[in-house]
């Protein structure tokens, strides 16, 4: 048995020596040290030899699985450096190389002009109040005073769900819901996606961002709308803007205008941009319409008020002298990175 230990010893230390892998050094340890390694295995014979010699195995035993226990330790270590330095070299940064260009995103043009938008009304007292987008042809049509047979109604112009249900056409829906379920004094704006069914053109998208404007109160008068929109004029276009108003025809308003501005190009001279004319058509707006008071449960002999309606996308185009709607659609990078 003495001389079964020592051949263990010397082949365990020649096979550990000669490894060059960790998974086979794990193996040499299992093998020799291991519940059913070599070593124990001559351990668990130590019953058959004479009382007298069981101390010399035994000591001997010990010492063969101490030095074996060194020499895979001493081994792990070499080997586990050498992984090391071996991942490190495949794993290398080369510090002087230059780094990856960072690219930075920025709020989209019709967000910017949104959130200007609210800076300036909400500062006048107004609210900013949201609706869905899929509407009820009652609020979308009936309660704004418009006819059975008004051309917006067909399916032509609207995207209809259910004969009850549409894709809102405008944002006006959020003022009658807001009056049905709210009493005067009523100072809101609802920004919001609408929804028509144009084909797509420079002018024209089936989608498109609208903002309407609404307040209700005792003796509020155009005077009251003009000077509001003035404001917000001056204020989105720059203080040397000057605005225009001239008669239109809205159903849920009367009287209703539209409202010019003085040409962002030329400042009111004359350019191809405003077809020499010197103004821009920028909204439409009016005083809310009797009928649409009532409709809300509002009386139309207390309360007066005035609303109107831009397009978010018509108003940003304006602004930044862009010719095109579809640009704001397609997530162009080159377009987009000019407003951050």
Excluded at 35 to 52: D, V, Y
Excluded at 172 to 190: A, G, L, Y
Excluded at 258 to 263: A, Q
Aim: charged share 30%; aromatic share 8%; net charge negative.
């Amino acid at each position: 048995m003495r001389e079964k230990l020592e051949q263990i010893q010397e082949e365990g230390i020649k096979e550990i020596r000669s490894t060059s892998d960790l998974k086979e050094l794990e193996a040499l340890r299992i093998k020799y040290l291991g519940k059913k390694g070599e070593i124990t295995q001559i351990l668990r014979e130590m019953g058959k030899l004479p009382a007298e010699e069981r101390p010399i195995i035994g000591e001997l035993a010990n010492k063969v699985r101490e030095t074996i226990t060194e020499e895979l330790s001493k081994s792990r270590e070499v080997l586990e450096a050498k992984a090391l330095n071996k991942k490190l070299e495949e794993e290398a940064i080369d510090v002087t190389m230059p780094g990856k260009k960072t690219s930075l995103g920025s709020i989209h043009p019709l967000r910017q002009s949104v959130e200007n938008l609210e800076e300036i009304f909400i500062p006048m007292g107004f609210k900013v109040v949201e609706g869905p987008e899929i509407e009820t042809v009652e609020n979308n049509f009936d309660a704004l005073n418009s006819p059975k047979n008004h051309p917006s109604r067909d399916l032509s112009d609207t995207f209809y769900i259910t004969e009850d249900l549409v894709l809102r056409t405008q944002t006006s829906p959020v003022q009658i819901r807001v009056m049905k379920e709210s009493k005067p004094p009523i100072r809101i704006i609802s920004p919001g996606r609408c929804f028509r069914n144009d084909t797509p053109d420079a002018t024209h998208s089936p989608m498109f961002h609208q903002l309407e404007g609404l307040v209700i109160d005792k003796n509020i008068t155009l005077g009251d709308l003009k000077g509001t929109l003035e404001v917000f004029a001056k204020s989105f276009f720059g203080s040397h803007t000057q605005t225009k108003f001239r008669p239109h025809h809205f159903p849920f308003t009367e009287p209703s205008a539209e409202m010019d501005i003085t040409c962002f190009k030329c400042g009111g001279e004359g350019c191809s941009i405003c077809k020499g004319s010197g103004w821009i058509e920028l909204l439409g707006a009016g005083m809310v319409h009797p009928n649409v008071l009532e409709y809300c449960g509002i009386d139309s002999e207390i309360y007066s008020g005035f609303a109107f309606g831009m397009g978010i996308d018509r108003i940003t185009m304006a602004k930044h002298d862009i010719d095109d709607i579809r640009l704001f659609f397609e997530n162009d990078q080159r377009f987009l990175q000019q407003f951050r």
